[in-house]
C-alpha cells in the first residue's frame, strides 16, 4: 500500500506543482513579501472554507474545495522556502524556486513515509473533515508559536507543522479522488 501512496501523493504534488509555475509565470514571486504570518493566515482562510462547505453541505463559489486543499499545500511550500536560511532575502530565478519547492516536496514526502510506515496508513480511515481540523488546529498552533517569537519550550516548530499540513492535504486529496 505504501508504493500506491508514494504514486499518488506524486499525483497531487505534480498538479500543485504544475499551479505553482503557472501562477508564478503570471504573479512572478509576489508572495516572497508576506511573512510567515500572512502566509499561516492564507492558510485559515482555506481551511475555513472547505469547514465550512463541510458543514453547510453547499458552497457561493464555483470553485471546489480540491482547489482550496491544494492551495493550501501550495501556501505550506512557500512557507518553507519563506524560512528556509538559503533562500532569505535572495532574489530566486525561476529554475532555482522550482529546485527549492522540489526540496521541500521531497523532505515531506520521506516525512509521510516515515510516519505512515509507524502508524500502517491509519490515514486512509480517516474523515476528510478531520483533515480539515487538524490543519485548522495547527494554524492555530502555528500564531501561538509567532506570538511566541518562534520559540517553542517542547513543541516542533513552524517547519514541522507546514509538513504535516502538506502531507493532511495531499491526504485528503488522495480521499476525495
Known amino acids: 500500500m505504501i508504493n500506491q501512496t508514494s504514486i499518488e501523493?506524486?499525483?497531487?504534488?505534480?498538479?500543485?506543482?504544475?499551479?505553482?509555475?503557472?501562477?508564478?509565470?503570471?504573479?512572478?514571486?509576489?508572495?516572497?513579501i508576506m511573512r510567515i504570518s500572512s502566509i499561516v493566515d492564507q492558510i485559515?482562510?482555506?481551511a475555513t472554507r472547505i469547514k465550512t462547505i463541510e458543514e453547510n453541505?453547499?458552497?457561493?463559489?464555483?470553485?471546489d474545495v480540491r482547489s482550496e486543499w491544494k492551495g493550501i499545500i501550495n501556501y505550506c511550500i512557500m512557507g518553507l522556502i519563506q524560512l528556509d536560511p538559503q533562500c532569505l532575502n535572495q532574489n530566486l530565478t525561476q529554475k532555482r524556486?522550482?529546485?527549492?519547492?522540489?526540496?521541500?516536496?521531497?523532505?515531506?514526502k520521506n516525512l509521510m513515509l516515515q510516519k505512515n510506515q509507524d502508524y500502517g496508513e491509519i490515514w486512509r480511515n480517516m474523515l476528510?473533515?478531520?483533515f480539515t481540523?487538524?490543519?485548522?488546529?495547527?494554524?492555530?498552533?502555528?500564531?501561538?508559536?509567532i506570538a511566541n517569537e518562534g520559540k517553542t519550550e517542547l513543541s516542533e516548530g513552524?517547519?514541522?507543522?507546514?509538513m504535516d499540513m502538506i502531507n493532511y492535504s495531499i491526504f485528503a486529496l488522495i480521499k476525495l479522488t
Open 9 to 32: 501523493y506524486d499525483e497531487v504534488i505534480a498538479a500543485c506543482r504544475f499551479i505553482f509555475e503557472k501562477k508564478n509565470n503570471d504573479y512572478g514571486q509576489s508572495w516572497r
Open 97 to 108: 524556486l522550482l529546485e527549492e519547492y522540489d526540496k521541500h516536496v521531497a523532505i515531506t
Open 158 to 162: 513552524i517547519e514541522s507543522n507546514l
Open 57 to 63: 453541505g453547499t458552497q457561493a463559489i464555483d470553485e
Open 133 to 145: 481540523d487538524m490543519l485548522l488546529m495547527r494554524v492555530h498552533r502555528m500564531h501561538q508559536i
Open 128 to 130: 476528510v473533515s478531520t
Open 44 to 46: 485559515l482562510i482555506k
